[in-house]
């Protein structure tokens, strides 16, 4: 099992910048590729970015690329999504998720092996 814990989320405004880390505990942390998702009200859960297990390769959604930054700290066992330019469109619960497969294929990726409990970011106009 892999516990997944998110924190950083909160209410910004628009132009704002906010930090989620994802802190894991468990099973090795190296052995699996992280990754973010979020949901919107009335809305399916997207992907957001991911990054490789050493985190050389990250991918993003187009909706946040150029604006948000994926990373990771193997020796704390924590990812974390640096979030720039925030626009209120990017307001969702923000879900932190493990996988031991490939980070390329996260975004397709239906259920992911571990999920977080998610983070409520939430951006003002």
């Known amino acids: 099992q892999v516990q997944l814990v998110e924190s950083g989320g909160g209410l910004v405004q628009a132009g704002g910048s906010l930090r989620l880390s994802c802190a894991a505990s468990?099973?090795?942390?190296?052995?699996?590729?992280m990754g973010w998702f979020r949901q919107a009200p009335g809305k399916e859960r997207e992907f957001v970015a991911a990054i490789a297990r050493t985190g050389i390769s990250t991918y993003y959604a187009d909706s946040v690329k150029g604006r948000f930054t994926i990373s990771r700290d193997n020796a704390k066992n924590t990812v974390y999504l640096q979030m720039n330019s925030l626009k209120p469109e990017d307001t969702a619960v923000y879900y932190c998720a493990a996988d031991g497969g490939a980070a390329a294929k996260f975004r397709s990726i239906a259920a992911p092996d571990y999920w977080g409990q998610g983070t409520q970011v939430t951006v003002s106009s």
């Open positions: 468990g099973r090795t942390f190296i052995n699996y590729a």
